[in-house]
């Protein structure tokens, strides 16, 4: 909840963001080069510095904790940020050279695009570079306080890095074009680790200039990260490579409506499906290190049930109320109403990955508290090929049978989901269940009561065409009343005890200090 908090108000900012943004962009060929060109920078991060080293780095950091080892869970910390830092900058720089071939290749992210717009792509490229090297180190501070259960500043960051791309829309852009919203991101990559470094100095890690190439513990995130690392670039190189390569030859618009889209869908993935499994990865990880199975089917269990009472019904409201949601956050400016109709209908099938990669994030997690991620990557070699075919032939243009841009966001959200369900069975076979029974019937209640939710606001869209904000705002209570009305009278345990542990968390908070 605590995580929750925070991204809603980072969720908030970033929706404030994307508004200016599209006031000022819209959907045009600009902003497709932007899109595209942040797609590798991204990618660099999230191979580095972002999921693949927090899942290899908190579990052998936390082991440190658990001992007492203050000294070595420091070195560790530092030597990480230091062969992070160096890394990153080494391939920033080989990127930066590389630019241009990466945009015009027939295998880049731009090889369609009018020939100044590749140059502008490649050169947005390159400052957007620079952001990488910072959330490098940005990222490592956020897995230690992960590991001493500090989880506010982490969950607060995003809001300065939205906060910094704002300050470059409002202040850069209109001397500097688009280029002010790269440079914007850099700034905001600054406010995002200098957000931090109060609980760092708070929990007592200290920085040391040392590689520490001779530690058995850095050799050991080393090698958990490595699989990571390659499971990751296959993941990333599905949305955002895949997405700006075929997107680049469907026309003007397409690509910035996925990313759009994306961002949408975004928003209610990272308050369910990353809150809960940030949360749950550190308390995975001290109960893989006790050895003890069965908590761990609990937590895993519980984490599921949790995530689908909440992801299910969020699905379903972005399909039935996606265009208002989209209108009202979006039009104005550049952003015309064809936009929200090009944006919309991604929305709807990428809808089906929000599901799906909420999911993800916490069977992901569990093999990760085990310290395997060996077999996430194994998996994601068939499936990064399933999204890949799928892509290709959901993509065709409607004349021909196809989806055109939304059949990227549909192929996403099928190989997702197969991702998960194999990653379950394989973990069902090793701890002998993973409480499918019960995660399935939670499941099917919560869909019930989320398509009838659907079917409400439907109704009353028809019945009585209300404006877009009335229909977003009215429609939304209604709707939500009437799925937690039907969740508790269907019996869903996680409606209850959500609020309830809350409460109970903050009582025992509130008298720590007298006990």
């Given at each position: 909840m605590i995580v929750m908090g925070g991204l809603t108000a980072s969720?908030?900012?970033?929706?404030?963001?994307?508004?200016?943004?599209?006031?000022?962009?819209?959907?045009?060929?600009?902003?497709?080069?932007?899109?595209?060109?942040n797609g590798i920078?991204?990618?660099?991060?999230?191979?580095?510095?972002?999921?693949?080293?927090?899942?290899?780095?908190?579990?052998?950091?936390?082991?440190?904790?658990?001992?007492?080892?203050?000294?070595?869970?420091?070195?560790?910390?530092?030597?990480?940020i230091n062969n992070i830092f160096i890394l990153a900058t080494l391939l920033s720089l080989l990127l930066a050279l590389l630019a241009p071939i990466l945009v015009r290749a027939p295998w880049g992210i731009g090889p369609h695009f009018p020939a100044e717009i590749q140059d502008l792509t490649a050169q947005l490229m390159r400052v957007l570079l620079l952001s990488t090297i910072i959330f490098a180190i940005s990222s490592i501070l956020t897995g230690t306080l992960h590991a001493h259960q500090h989880f506010l500043l982490p969950a607060i960051a995003p809001s300065m890095y939205s906060g910094g791309i704002i300050i470059g829309a409002?202040?850069?852009?209109?001397?500097?074009?688009?280029?002010?919203?790269?440079?914007?991101?850099?700034?905001?990559a600054l406010l995002h680790?200098?957000?931090?470094?109060?609980?760092?100095?708070?929990?007592?890690v200290r920085w040391h200039p040392t590689l520490g190439w001779?530690?058995?513990?850095?050799?050991?995130?080393?090698?958990?990260?490595?699989?990571?690392?390659?499971?990751?670039?296959?993941?990333?190189?599905?949305?955002?490579?895949?997405?700006?390569?075929?997107?680049?030859?469907?026309?003007?618009?397409?690509?910035?409506?996925?990313?759009?889209?994306?961002?949408?869908?975004?928003?209610?993935?990272?308050?369910?499906?990353?809150?809960?499994?940030?949360?749950?990865?550190?308390?995975?990880?001290?109960?893989?290190?006790?050895?003890?199975?069965s908590a761990q089917r609990r937590a895993l269990s519980g984490a599921l049930r949790a995530i689908l009472t909440l992801a299910l019904p969020a699905a379903v409201l972005l399909i039935v109320l996606g265009r208002p949601v989209i209108g009202v956050l979006f039009e104005g400016g550049e952003f015309t109403a064809q936009s929200t109709e090009l944006v919309y209908f991604a929305l709807q099938f990428y809808a089906i990955t929000m599901i799906s990669q909420s999911v993800l994030e916490v069977v992901v997690r569990a093999f990760a508290a085990q310290k395997d991620t060996l077999t996430p990557l194994l998996v994601s070699f068939f499936t990064t090929a399933l999204n890949i075919v799928l892509a290709i032939w959901l993509s065709r243009p409607r004349t021909a049978g196809g989806l055109e841009h939304g059949g990227l966001a549909l192929a996403n959200g099928v190989a997702v989901g197969v991702e998960s369900l194999i990653g379950l069975t394989i973990l069902h076979l090793r701890w002998r269940g993973v409480d499918g029974r019960r995660i399935l019937l939670d499941a099917g209640k919560a869909a019930f009561a989320a398509f009838v939710m659907g079917g409400v606001i439907l109704a009353i869209d028809v019945l009585f065409s209300p404006g877009r904000l009335v229909l977003l705002l009215g429609g939304g209570a209604?709707?939500?009343?009437?799925?937690?009305?039907?969740?508790?009278?269907?019996?869903?345990?996680?409606?209850?005890?959500?609020?309830?542990?809350?409460?109970?968390?903050?009582?025992?908070?509130?008298?720590?200090?007298?006990?």
């Open positions: 969720m908030v900012i970033g929706l404030i963001r994307q508004r200016i943004v599209a006031g000022k962009f819209g959907t045009s060929a600009v902003l497709d080069a932007y899109t595209a060109a920078p991204e990618l660099l991060f999230t191979m580095l510095a972002g999921g693949a080293l927090a899942f290899a780095f908190i579990p052998v950091y936390t082991e440190h904790l658990g001992k007492g080892d203050t000294q070595a869970s420091n070195k560790l910390a530092s030597q990480v409002v202040a850069f852009v209109p001397s500097l074009g688009i280029f002010g919203l790269a440079w914007g991101a850099v700034l905001g680790l200098m957000i931090q470094l109060p609980g760092i100095i708070r929990h007592g001779r530690n058995p513990a850095l050799k050991v995130v080393a090698i958990l990260m490595a699989p990571r690392v390659v499971d990751l670039l296959m993941a990333r190189a599905s949305i955002d490579w895949i997405n700006a390569n075929l997107g680049s030859g469907l026309g003007e618009g397409r690509v910035s409506s996925l990313r759009y889209a994306f961002q949408v869908m975004n928003t209610p993935w990272t308050l369910i499906g990353t809150a809960i499994g940030i949360a749950v990865f550190p308390t995975m990880a001290a109960l893989a290190a006790q050895r003890d199975i209604l709707g939500g009343l009437i799925y937690f009305a039907l969740a508790l009278l269907l019996g869903i345990e996680e409606i209850r005890t959500l609020p309830i542990s809350f409460v109970q968390y903050v009582r025992r908070r509130e008298t720590k200090p007298s006990d």
